[in-house]
């Protein structure tokens, strides 16, 4: 409690290492509130500031924190192939709007294995006309690979854009058996 007798949020971190590479995890009481590819000490620190200044507390690394003790199991599951659903608390804080409908939608409703359209995905929060607006949902995703945005791909069967770079889209999509594992 604070001064005023109010919880002061908290908000846990950690970075943890998997077949996509480090990703840096950041968990509130509502629930994981942050996924980061690429997790390097520079792209860290920038997450750390984005996160402060938009939760209002100082982000604190702490791996052992039980706030993340079951994101982390799940995503050694996911890339363990032995976990199909992500079943956790989501603090949804970061994205509001379109962008959140849209989200939600995509984390209900694609499920392992499976892939939509933009397009697609637009129509069916009520926007037939905004597959661009969905491309936008999907670079804001505050928490890929647990609201699966690489599961969205472009209607004439292209693999689409991608915030964690081509490269990861296509391993999470060989994980999940829609593409080949790569050859080399």
């Not at 750390?48 to 003790?69: F, H, I, Q, T, Y």
């Not at 905004?130 to 690489?150: D, K, R, T």
């Amino acid at each position: 409690m604070d001064s005023h007798g109010q919880d002061e949020q908290r908000v846990v971190w950690a970075v943890v290492g998997t077949a996509i590479g480090p990703l840096m995890l950041a968990a509130t009481r509502d629930g994981l509130v942050s996924v980061v590819f690429h997790a390097t000490p520079e792209i860290r620190e920038k997450m750390l500031e984005r996160l402060a200044a938009r939760l209002g507390a100082e982000p604190v690394e702490d791996p052992d924190s039980a706030l993340l003790a079951e994101p982390i199991r799940q995503l050694e599951e996911y890339f363990a192939g032995t976990r199909k659903d992500f079943d956790l608390p989501l603090d949804w804080s970061l994205i509001s709007g379109f962008n959140r409908q849209v989200l939600r939608e995509l984390a209900s409703s694609v499920p392992f294995g499976a892939v939509v359209g933009y397009g697609d995905l637009a129509g069916r929060v009520g926007q037939p006309g905004a597959a661009q607006a969905v491309g936008m949902a999907m670079g804001a995703n505050p928490l890929p690979v647990v609201v699966p945005c690489h599961r969205v791909v472009e209607s004439g069967g292209g693999i689409g854009g991608f915030g964690g770079g081509l490269e990861t889209k296509r391993k999470l999509l060989a994980l999940e058996g829609v593409l080949p594992e790569p050859l080399f």
